[in-house]
């Protein structure tokens, strides 16, 4: 697919994705959306992908579902727009690799929502974030009712929700929303940096986490607890397994191969 709206560059084993509509503030219209798709789904076949980092061009990261598009749509064009977001936005949650928001300006409504759908957000000091739907006349619809809430709590994510106000990096890193708030133009020098701590370690394992962190925010702690088991079987039978206590023991340095 030729992509328009965003751009899909890859260096070394780490991916990433800029949406790049800054006219619009990379308001994410239904052709951004399957461009985001597609891009998803070439990072997952990649087996020399570890890690993705997802940023924006221009003053925002995403202003938010593209208000223009959506005005004039039916109830059930709206929902059809509704589960396309979701389904896109679920399978970046789902991607069996790390995925680090680097958010660099507006994060608004669908924007705030696609950050919440990635594993770890970190922000420029000049980001903004919100979920204004309430303001428009309609419900957050990618998500944000849901995975808001699981990130930084229900009396923040309904404030947040009901009143629609808009909060600057120093505000998201206080509740929660971000882990890190850095000047603009060290964002994507710090995302590379985080990146860089995750992709030395075993990325079968790192995948494996973050399967067993998804599954367990969705279940009881027995349910978990033999998921987290599970999958720390599965590691053992790893070649990755075996060189990383192989390496801790001959005190030497680790060559991970994704095996
Ligand atoms: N959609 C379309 N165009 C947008 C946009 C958006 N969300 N945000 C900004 N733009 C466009 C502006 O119209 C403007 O276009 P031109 O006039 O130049 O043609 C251009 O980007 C620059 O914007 P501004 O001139 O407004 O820039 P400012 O710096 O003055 O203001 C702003 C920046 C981010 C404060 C302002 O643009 C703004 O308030 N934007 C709207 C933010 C917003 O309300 N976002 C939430 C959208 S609602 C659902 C599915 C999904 C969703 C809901 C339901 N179902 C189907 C059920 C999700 C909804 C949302 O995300």
Do not use: W
């Not at 919100?130 to 009712?145: A, N």
């Not at 702690?221 to 590691?235: L, M, S």
């Amino acid at each position: 697919m030729e992509f328009k709206n965003i751009i899909l560059e890859k260096d070394g084993n780490v991916a990433s994705i800029t949406l790049n509509r800054p006219k619009a503030l990379n308001a994410l219209n239904a052709a951004t959306l399957k461009e985001i798709d597609a891009a998803i789904n070439d990072i997952a076949e990649d087996d020399n992908v570890y890690a993705v980092i997802i940023t924006g061009s221009g003053k925002a990261f995403v202003a938010g579902a593209d208000i223009a598009e959506m005005k004039d749509l039916t109830a059930v064009e709206g929902r059809k727009f509704s589960v396309l977001g979701n389904k896109i936005f679920r399978k970046l949650e789902n991607l069996e690799k790390p995925v680090i928001a680097a958010i660099n300006g507006f994060a608004l409504g669908g924007g705030c929502e696609l950050s919440l759908s990635c594993d770890i957000r970190i922000a420029s000091s000049k980001a903004k974030f919100g979920q204004p739907e309430v303001g428009l006349g309609i419900t957050p619809g990618f998500g944000g009712t849901q995975r808001l809430a699981r990130a930084i709590g229900v009396g923040m994510a309904k404030e947040l929700i009901y009143t629609g106000k808009v909060i600057n990096a120093e505000e998201a890193l206080r509740i929660g929303l971000v882990n890190k708030v850095v000047e603009p133009d060290k964002l994507l020098e710090e995302a590379k940096a985080l990146v860089d701590a995750i992709i030395v370690n075993a990325p079968i394992a790192v995948r494996m986490c973050k399967a067993a962190i998804n599954q367990g925010l969705q279940c009881d702690i027995d349910t978990g607890v033999a998921y987290e088991a599970e999958v720390f079987g599965e590691c053992f039978a790893t070649e990755d397994r075996v060189e990383g206590m192989t390496a801790f023991v001959e005190k030497r340095d680790k060559a991970f191969k994704n095996k």
